[in-house]
C-alpha cells in the first residue's frame, strides 16, 4: 500500500518540479500553471465522502488496484496532451478516484497497527518525494521534454499497480457498513477542529512548497539539474523526519503537533532571508524537507486517535477532502502571492497560515467517547456471541 501511496503521490505532486517548463510550453502564467495542483487537489477534496459511501460494498483491493490502473492512463494522456485544457482534463478525471485509496488504505493500516502502521503507508509519500518528483523533474530535463515526467509518472503507478495486484491479499467489503452508527464522530466539535487544523496546515505547507521549483529558479538561481537534486535532498530528508514523527508523535501528539508548526516557520523564515545564497539554502532545505513531510501523519493522527475502528474509513474520507482542500487553497493562495509581490515573498502566506494553525492548536474541546452507539452487527456475529454465552 505504501507503493501505492508513491504511484499516486508521484503523479499528483510530479507537476511541481515542472510547473515552470509546462506554464512555458503552454504558454500560461506560472500562477495559471500551478492550477494543474490545485484543481487536482479540490477534485479530490469534493469526490472523497461521496464516491467512499458509494463503493462501500466493493471488494478493497479491487478498488485500491483499479485506481492504480487508471493513474497509469491518466499520465498517458497527460503525455499526449495537445493543449493545456486536455492536459487539466487529464489531471482531474482520475482525482475522483484518488480518494478510495487513501481512506482504504490507512484505515487498513491503522486497524492493523495503529500509527506506526499509518506511517509506514505514509512513508510512500515521503518516498514519492524522494523519487518520484525528483525523478519526473529529472526526465523532463534530462530529454529536454516535458513528457517524459508523464511517462515516467506512468510507470511508476504501473509498477504499484503491479504489486497491489501481487502482494496484497483480498480484503472483501464487510457485508454490512456500520451505517449511521459513523455519523456519531460528527457530533464531536473537536474533530471538526482537527479537519479545520488539516486544512489550514496543508494550506500552509503548499503555499510555498506548491511553487518550490520556481522559487529555487528564480530566487536562488538553480538550473534544472540542480533543482531535482534539492528535491531529492528535501524528500530524503522528508524520510527521516516521516520516520522520527511517527515513533514519537503515539507519545504526546499535541506537543509533537506545536513543534512541527513553530518549526517549519523558522525554517521558511530563513528560506526567505537566504533564499538567494546558494550554500546556506541547501542546508535549509535540507531542514526544511525533513519537517514538511510530517504534516500528513499529524494530521491523519489527530484526527483519527479518538474514531472508533468502524468509523475510520468514514473519517478517513472526510480527512482526504480536508488534506485536498488545504492543497488547492494553498496554491492558489501562492499563486496570488506570486502575481502580485513575486515568488520571493510566497513563504510568508505559509508563514501566516501556520502561525494561525499554531494559535488553534492550543483550542480544545472535551472528548465525548462513543461508548453508547449501537453498531450493528451481522447474523453470524450474533449467531457467535449467543454461542458464546
Not at 538550473?223 to 530528508?237: D, R, T, W
Request: aromatic share 12%; charged share 5%; with cysteine.
Amino acid at each position: 500500500m505504501a507503493l501505492g501511496a508513491f504511484g499516486i503521490i508521484t503523479t499528483e505532486f510530479g507537476v511541481i518540479g515542472v510547473l515552470p517548463n509546462l506554464a512555458q510550453v503552454f504558454d500560461v502564467s506560472l500562477e495559471t500553471a500551478g492550477w494543474l495542483l490545485s484543481a487536482f487537489a479540490l477534485t479530490v477534496a469534493v469526490s472523497s465522502p461521496f464516491i467512499t459511501a458509494l463503493t462501500r460494498n466493493i471488494n478493497r483491493k479491487l478498488l485500491m488496484s483499479s485506481v492504480l490502473g487508471i493513474f497509469v492512463l491518466s499520465n498517458l494522456l497527460s503525455a499526449f496532451s495537445p493543449n493545456f485544457t486536455v492536459l487539466m482534463i487529464a489531471r482531474v478525471l482520475p482525482a475522483f478516484l484518488h480518494p478510495l485509496f487513501w481512506n482504504i488504505s490507512l484505515a487498513a493500516a491503522f486497524k492493523e497497527s495503529g500509527s506506526k502502521a499509518v506511517s509506514v503507508v505514509m512513508s510512500g509519500v515521503s518516498i514519492a518525494t524522494v523519487m518520484g518528483v525528483p525523478m519526473t523533474t529529472y526526465a523532463a530535463e534530462f530529454f529536454n521534454n516535458w513528457q517524459a515526467s508523464f511517462f515516467l509518472a506512468s510507470f511508476i503507478s504501473l509498477i504499484a499497480f503491479t504489486g497491489m495486484l501481487l502482494y496484497v491479499p483480498s480484503m472483501p467489503a464487510a457485508k454490512k457498513a456500520a451505517g449511521n452508527s459513523q455519523l456519531y464522530v460528527l457530533k464531536n466539535p473537536q474533530l471538526w477542529l482537527n479537519l479545520t487544523s488539516t486544512i489550514l496546515m496543508l494550506a500552509g505547507m503548499f503555499s510555498s512548497y506548491g511553487y518550490l521549483a520556481a522559487y529555487l529558479e528564480k530566487v536562488t538561481h538553480m538550473n534544472g539539474a540542480q533543482i531535482s537534486a534539492m528535491l531529492l535532498l528535501f524528500g530524503g530528508m522528508g524520510v527521516l523526519g516521516n520516520w522520527i514523527i511517527g515513533i514519537t508523535i503515539s507519545k504526546n501528539v499535541m506537543l509533537v503537533t506545536r513543534i512541527f508548526f513553530t518549526s517549519l516557520i523558522l525554517i521558511q523564515v530563513l528560506a526567505y532571508f537566504f533564499g538567494g545564497i546558494f550554500t546556506p539554502m541547501v542546508i535549509v532545505l535540507s531542514i526544511w524537507g525533513a519537517i514538511h513531510t510530517g504534516g500528513f501523519l499529524i494530521g491523519n493522527i489527530r484526527s483519527t486517535r479518538s474514531v472508533p475502528h468502524h468509523a475510520l474509513e468514514f473519517v478517513n474520507s472526510l480527512l482526504t477532502s480536508c488534506y485536498n482542500i488545504g492543497i488547492s487553497l494553498g496554491t492558489m493562495l501562492g499563486g496570488i502571492i506570486i502575481a502580485n509581490y513575486g515568488v520571493h515573498n510566497v513563504v510568508w502566506m505559509s508563514i501566516g497560515l501556520l502561525a494561525a494553525n499554531l494559535a488553534l492548536s492550543f483550542v480544545t474541546f472535551e472528548q465525548k467517547q462513543p461508548a453508547t452507539v449501537e453498531v450493528p452487527v451481522t447474523e453470524e456475529e450474533l449467531a457467535a456471541r449467543m454461542m458464546h454465552a
